[in-house]
């Protein structure tokens, strides 16, 4: 079943969106600009993910793009605009793509990115920033921002937490593009398809997690994990044992501990 839109999605001239199968899929489509970022795409991400969050015939999210290129950054008429900008300018602009990560990182639904191509500067951002990724072979990932003289200094705090600090030097200090292996191997990326299997890999993946998961749990597991860092080691044990007794009070919790004690399916 396929919802319905807002008249200010429909609007979108930059991203698609449509929920099939309850998976919400938000669609890069500027494959002649290789689905470049700028600061009108960056606002309709933005709205995409707000309607795909509270979109009832949504439980899992996914990412994907248009084209050969999953994204190739920020688009040339964009870094050039930037360069009249002054400070003001420009922490406004800044604080518009850090609140786009804020956003998918804190959702409370599973993002999944889908990588058929390249995905470069900012838009290896955005694959790094979703919960779970697929990506095909041939692609290639990396921050190129120091070969500019610029700075890759919002994903930064995202990797850090991601990958660790060896591997996040490793390719912020670098900007040398990484192959799709390398890339899994050290954690950016969570799986690899071949080209032609990608889509139904990723639709089999979201539909096993709508269908064995509880979107509760994943919900909670979700912001868990994003508020974990920040508590020092006593902090965190409270915090999650305070989630723990929560979640065993959960409608969820119980209706899952009842079909497993009477051997039945759990339909989610």
């Known amino acids: ?107 409370k639904k599973v993002v999944i990115a889908q990588v058929q191509g390249h995905a470069l500067a900012g838009g290896c951002g955005l694959a790094a920033i979703c919960d779970l990724s697929f990506a095909v072979p041939e692609a290639k990932f990396g921050y190129t921002e120091v070969k500019i003289g610029f700075l890759p200094a919002i994903v930064s705090v995202f990797l850090l937490r991601k990958i660790g600090e060896s591997r996040t030097k490793q390719l912020l200090l670098t900007g040398d593009p990484v192959s799709a292996q390398a890339a899994l191997d050290m954690g950016l990326i969570t799986f690899l398809a071949p080209k032609e299997e990608l889509a139904a890999n990723v ?39 305070q989630r723990n007794a929560e979640a065993r009070g959960s409608e969820d919790c119980r209706k899952g501990i009842a079909a497993f004690l009477s051997k039945e399916k759990i339909g989610w």
């Open 203 to 241: 639709h089999t993946f979201a539909q096993r997690l709508c269908r064995e998961n509880s979107g509760q749990s994943m919900e909670v597991t979700k912001e868990m994990l994003a508020h974990l860092p920040e508590l020092d080691l006593e902090e965190g044990l409270r915090y999650a044992a």
């Open 1 to 107: 079943m396929e919802n319905l839109l807002t008249p200010e999605l429909e609007a979108l001239r930059y991203i698609q969106y449509k929920a099939q199968d309850r998976i919400g899929y938000i669609t890069l489509n500027r494959p002649d600009k290789r689905n470049a970022l700028n600061a009108d795409v960056i606002t309709e991400l933005k709205q995409a993910f707000e309607f795909a969050e509270d979109d009832e015939e949504t439980k899992v999210i996914v990412l994907r793009s248009a084209g050969d290129v999953f994204c190739a950054g920020a688009d040339l008429a964009y870094i050039q605009e930037l360069q009249g900008y002054g400070y003001t300018d420009n922490l406004e602009d800044s604080t518009h793509l850090m609140q786009l990560f804020h956003q998918i990182y804190t959702l």
